[in-house]
């Protein structure tokens, strides 16, 4: 290859790296329609686990159980009758109280309630598990309330309030999934014309296995809009068949109506008969709420309802508390990846001379590369998941210095540059490839069995065992393209070609 030609493929790709490095990690202001607006780079967007940017947290009390707290400004003043009969009302267990009506006048009805407050744990819990969260919580507290903790999931830009809009849109979507999982109750589909005069229902009374109808409700989304998709059954079929052309027949009330307990979450609306296997209902509300009604429909179909109401319509606080490393450990997780990514690049050099500028290319595209992943993907980045991504660096690095030591040793004995980057090749192709198969196959195996925390790593380490391998072969085409106009080849990689004399021959 010429020297211009050379000259040209690397000037266009290092311009390339510099260009997109630059909004990959640098933030600046740009102006706006309303005086200074802020442009944040592609780091500042990734989502960061609890541990960078703190989680968020909410107690959940059954109807009739309160704090000490709510007891005590609950109290009458002035008036002992009434004191006195507020006193009666409530039966003390620890720090919360509990209505004596609420609890029942059998000798093991504290029992009974806390086996309920399990129960509905251990429900929630497995609802909160569907979320993908990096990690999460769900607890009994005090024997009577539920303890839920989340990670707030910010991006750096959130977390410092460098992104006050898409912040509300986060803490937002928080309060409504706590809010949404902890709905109690059975699924019933009810219109007021259609269904029975005591509570509009026009299902659930004909069996108590709603699996005979449904088979699944799977969230969707599509240019922007969000829906829950309803899959039946073929009895469930014929049966929205029956029931939609009686609702369309309605006179004012032509829709179904999905409700868990007494919470309406869908509606359908109506204007011919349903006679296919599967349909779709919008929900306005966004993604995260689309989710969490599929994520409770599916529960409540299955069997695994919540006993208790914790009426988070009306009762619901969520605290949000800081990161538990600091307010600034999102900013020294940043230096220890951009140290680590340093030291990579200075150790190639160092030992392989204008090779390691090669190397170096690859370090820089699969930083890149893992940045943009996370980015678009919306991984949400831990501990774990920055210890994945060191991981898959080291698996670039290694994979290149595994083949440059390869090279040097078909130098050593006498070949020609060409013939020892062949040779090279050939000795580390097979031992690559099969350590790269492996890897993906066990990163796809964790991202799709595993859930949370795991199923991310999984995730990550996927695409950078994917990127690892591109870049393997990609190290050899830029090796050829720089080192073309170069005369002393040896030199350029930092070896020494050791010449046979004639006893060697």
């Known amino acids: 290859m010429g020297k211009i030609k050379s000259a040209v493929i690397t000037a266009i790709l290092v311009a390339a790296i510099v260009v997109m490095a630059f909004f990959a990690t640098v933030s600046f202001g740009v102006p706006g329609s309303n005086g200074v607006e802020r442009y944040n780079s592609f780091m500042s967007a990734i989502r960061l686990g609890?541990?960078?940017?703190?989680?968020?947290?909410?107690?959940?009390?059954?109807?009739?159980?309160i704090s000490a707290a709510d007891f005590e400004a609950g109290k009458p003043e002035n008036d002992e009758d009434k004191l006195s009969n507020y006193k009666d009302k409530y039966k003390q267990f620890g720090s919360v109280y509990i209505e004596k009506e609420v609890l029942g006048e059998e000798e093991d009805a504290a029992e009974k309630f806390k086996a309920k407050v399990k129960n509905d744990a251990e429900v929630i819990s497995a609802r909160f598990d569907q979320k993908g969260y990096s990690d999460y919580s769900v607890a009994v507290s005090d024997g009577f309330t539920l303890r839920v903790e989340v990670p707030t999931g910010f991006t750096y830009a959130e977390y410092k309030d460098l992104s006050s809009s898409t912040r509300s849109e986060v803490t937002t979507d928080i309060s409504r999934s706590i809010q949404?999982?902890?709905?109690?109750?059975?699924?019933?589909?009810?219109?007021?014309?259609?269904?029975?005069?005591?509570?509009?229902?026009?299902?659930?009374?004909?069996?108590?296995d709603l699996t005979t109808y449904f088979k699944s409700f799977q969230k969707i989304s599509a240019a922007g809009n969000h829906a829950v998709k309803v899959n039946l059954t073929s009895v469930g079929r014929e049966q929205f068949k029956t029931m939609s052309a009686a609702v369309v027949q309605a006179e004012n009330d032509k829709a179904i109506d999905f409700y868990v307990g007494e919470a309406e979450l869908l509606s359908l609306s109506l204007d011919a008969a349903i006679d296919e296997k599967s349909f779709y209902i919008t929900v306005p509300n966004g993604e995260s709420v689309a989710q969490d009604f599929a994520i409770v429909l599916n529960s409540v179909a299955?069997?695994?309802?919540?006993?208790?109401?914790y009426n988070t319509d009306d009762n619901l606080d969520v605290i949000y508390m800081s990161a538990p490393m600091g307010g600034l450990s999102a900013i020294?997780?940043?230096v220890t990846l951009f140290i680590i990514v340093a030291a990579a690049i200075v150790y190639s050099i160092v030992k392989y001379k204008k090779l390691g500028l090669v190397n170096t290319m690859m370090i820089v595209i699969y930083a890149l590369t893992m940045i943009t992943a996370c980015m678009i993907l919306e991984i949400e980045v831990t501990i774990a998941g920055a210890f994945t991504l060191v991981l898959g660096l080291a698996l670039v690095c290694g994979s290149n210095f595994a083949l440059f030591e390869a090279v040097r040793r078909e130098t050593k004995k006498g070949k020609t540059m060409q013939s020892s980057v062949k040779s090279g090749y050939k000795a580390t192709l097979f031992g690559i490839l099969e350590l790269h198969a492996v890897f993906v196959v066990a990163a796809i195996m964790l991202a799709l069995i595993c859930v949370g925390e795991l199923a991310a790593c999984g995730l990550i380490f996927f695409i950078a065992t994917v990127a690892s391998y591109v870049l393997f072969w990609f190290t050899r085409f830029m090796w050829y393209v720089i080192s073309s106009p170069v005369r002393d080849k040896f030199k350029f990689g930092g070896f020494t070609r050791e010449e046979l004399n004639d006893e060697q021959v």
């Not at 968020?56 to 159980?65: D, F, H, I, N, T």
């Not at 699924?187 to 659930?204: A, Q, W």
């Not at 069997?303 to 109401?309: E, I, N, T």
Request: glycine residues 10%.
């Open 50 to 65: 609890g541990d960078f940017t703190g989680r968020a947290s909410a107690v959940l009390y059954p109807e009739g159980v």
């Open 180 to 208: 949404y999982l902890a709905y109690n109750g059975e699924l019933s589909l009810r219109n007021s014309e259609v269904g029975k005069v005591n509570n509009s229902n026009i299902l659930t009374p004909i069996t108590a």
């Open 302 to 309: 299955n069997g695994k309802s919540v006993m208790l109401d």
């Open 332 to 334: 020294f997780l940043m």
